[in-house]
């Protein structure tokens, strides 16, 4: 059984960074594409931020020029550079790998982002 397992959320005032880190079970390079997703109360789930195995990199629109994307393949992780924080940035962020045969899911965390 493959596991995700998410870190880094927390809460931060608008302004602030924070750093999400996702840690897989197996090697990443069995995934073709990984990513972030977040999903705000009432909302639903939305994609942030896509990396695939040769590191090509998609943001949404709302998050580009303030989150970056980035891998260490040697530790199995995907992180999420989050600066320039704002409310709007508030949800419950989820890791995701992605590969021909399977769709694997984090447990998801929590960002807050105080006004």
């Known amino acids: 059984q493959v596991q995700l397992v998410e870190s880094g959320g927390g809460l931060v005032q608008a302004g602030g960074s924070l750093r999400l880190s996702c840690a897989a079970s197996?090697?990443?390079?069995?995934?073709?594409?990984m990513g972030w997703f977040r999903q705000a109360p009432g909302k639903q789930r939305e994609l942030v931020a896509t990396i695939t195995s040769g590191g090509g990199t998609t943001y949404a629109d709302s998050v580009k020029g303030r989150f970056t994307i980035s891998r260490d393949n040697a530790k199995n992780t995907v992180y999420l550079q989050m600066n320039s924080l704002k409310p709007e940035d508030t949800a419950v962020y989820y890791c995701?790998?992605?590969?021909?045969?399977?769709?694997?899911w984090g447990q998801g965390t929590q960002v807050t982002v105080s006004s």
């Open positions: 995701n790998a992605h590969s021909v045969r399977h769709n694997y």
């Open positions: 197996i090697s990443i390079f069995s995934f073709n594409t």
